[in-house]
């Protein structure tokens, strides 16, 4: 049979990937400088907590930031009319009410919205943290137990 040694075969074997880091490289610089611009929300500083939560169906999200101020799902809102505009969220069913408030904010502003949340027919209300640092996610500390 014939010889290999004279054919060119091997040149066809080598793929030149310069190309293909090329464009890897442009699509890697187009997501770094879009991803800050695709998040969206309200900068606040959140409390520590130990337990985590990982719900991820549809919220009612309610903020309220450093400068007191109320958000509804990224929203503005008055806290005299935070009851009003939670009344159709209310009737459509069990919905969850998540509240995330700066730790600057005080108790009695974070109680004033719980209450308005209540009186809106809302009963389900978790509030956000952030993990305690060295904690596992989602679990607990074992300060504080007994035994």
Same mark, same amino acid.
């Given at each position: 049979?014939?010889?290999?040694?004279?054919?060119?075969?091997?040149?066809?074997?080598?793929?030149?990937?310069?190309?293909?880091?090329?464009?890897?490289?442009?699509?890697?610089?187009?997501?770094?400088?879009?991803?800050?611009?695709m998040?969206?929300?309200?900068?606040?500083?959140?409390?520590?907590? !130990?337990?985590g939560?990982?719900?991820?169906?549809?919220?009612?999200?309610?903020?309220?930031?450093?400068?007191?101020?109320?958000?509804?799902?990224?929203?503005?809102?008055?806290?005299?009319?935070?009851?009003?505009?939670?009344?159709?969220?209310?009737?459509?069913?069990?919905?969850f009410?998540?509240?995330?408030?700066?730790?600057?904010?005080?108790?009695?502003?974070?109680?004033?919205?719980?209450?308005?949340?209540?009186?809106?027919?809302? !009963?389900?209300?978790?509030?956000?943290?952030?993990?305690?640092?060295? !904690?596992?996610?989602?679990?607990?500390?074992?300060?504080?137990?007994?035994?």
């Amino acid at each position: 049979m014939g010889s290999f040694s004279g054919d060119r075969r091997g040149a066809l074997a080598e793929i030149n990937v310069t190309p293909l880091v090329d464009v890897v490289l442009v699509l890697l610089i187009i997501f770094m400088v879009t991803a800050p611009m695709m998040t969206r929300g309200v900068d606040i500083d959140l409390p520590q907590g !130990e337990a985590g939560s990982d719900a991820t169906e549809d919220r009612i999200t309610l903020t309220i930031d450093a400068q007191r101020r109320i958000y509804l799902n990224d929203a503005i809102v008055h806290v005299d009319l935070l009851e009003e505009r939670l009344r159709p969220l209310a009737a459509g069913g069990e919905a969850f009410v998540f509240l995330r408030a700066d730790v600057t904010v005080p108790y009695g502003v974070v109680m004033t919205v719980i209450d308005r949340v209540k009186a809106a027919g809302l !009963e389900k209300i978790g509030l956000v943290t952030t993990p305690t640092p060295g !904690e596992p996610q989602g679990g607990r500390s074992r300060r504080g137990r007994a035994g």
